[in-house]
């Protein structure tokens, strides 16, 4: 072969070869195809990226959700607890004590079945006893409004005497005191109550503590019976009515008070100014009636004592209990069991129960006390009990 040969070009073989249109069409059927594969894997990646997305999120938010139903809970159930806590304080619950068979009838030979009767028949029985009161401190009525404070004064002793005069289990009253007196109208309502509970049908028995004068001894004139010990201070049958005075005071700072009254005796017993002979015999005649009607009380009350002793001994002086006893004042010597069984003798109980509502030391007596506490060290209950005379049955020194 000759080099112009080789050289030469090699016919295409046109009956095996595509004609260009064919070609041209098939290279853009491939590049079509290729653009869209890698669309659909461009959309599919798209699609991957937004579903890991979501499910992120959506994660997330249930995470999100758990937590707070969580919380939820734990504040519902701390709520729950709080108020079934305050309740169980603050609610008043009876104390009265379960009969429990004795050891001898335990060993008894009975059928069980008549056991069991037995049990049922004295579960129905009521449980019957005696209320113990105290009395505390100065009789007065309780001016506390405070939401933390609780009620202390003559209204909540009142409120318990009628509430033990109104139950039927309760088949005596015994009034535990330790108190100086306080003021006329708080003594004479407690006084009025004890005389409901006698119409009741209530035996009262009367128990001194270390004091237990003027108001205090009052109030002990309606009872069947009173119990002291040998040292216990009574007596002080008489009327007091304190009144002060700081018009001194007044003109060393400089502060004068000026009142506007409707008469010349509105302001009787002002402490801003010194009291007239008038005035004086006028608050006098208030004391002296009061007076009479706390002897009364004591001469309806202890009408054993001889009218001697009686004028002798309520002059407002003070005397023990041992003297109170040889007087005829009290009736017996002792404490709280002597107390005790002699209310459940005037009522007819060989052994009396105490029926009571809960002692009142818990979580409520700490807070409502608390309460009480500040409210009357407050500065305008103490300038009020300052401008404000009182008449009472009160032993002071």
Known sequence: MSENEKDAPIPADTDTSLPRESWEKKLMEHENTALFSSSQEQTTETETDSTNKTKNSSGKAKLSSGRG???????????????????????????????????????????????????????????????????????????????????????????????????KNVKAIVLDINSPGGTVASVQNIYGELLKAKENGKKIVALFRDVAASGGFYIAMAADKIVAEPGTITGSVGVIMQTSNVEGLFDKIGVKVMPITSGKYKDMGSAYRPMTDAEKAILQDMVNDTYTQFFAAVKAGRPNVTPENLTEYTDGRVFTGQRAFNLGFIDKLGGEEEARLLAGELAGIKDPKIINQRPSDGLRELIFSFGSSMENQSLTKQLQSLATPSVSYLWVN
């Open 69 to 167: 139903l969580w919380a939820l809970l734990l504040l519902l159930t701390f709520t729950v607890s709080a108020c079934c806590g305050l309740y169980l304080t603050i609610k008043p619950v009876s104390s009265c004590e379960k009969e429990v068979p004795s050891a001898q009838e335990t060993a008894d030979d009975e059928p069980a079945s008549a056991k069991i009767a037995d049990a049922l028949k004295k579960s129905k029985l009521p449980k019957t006893g005696i209320a113990w009161i105290k009395v505390r401190g100065v009789i007065a009525q309780d001016n506390s409004s405070g939401p933390f404070s609780r009620p202390t004064g003559a209204g909540a002793i009142a409120k318990k005497i009628r509430d033990a005069a109104d139950d």
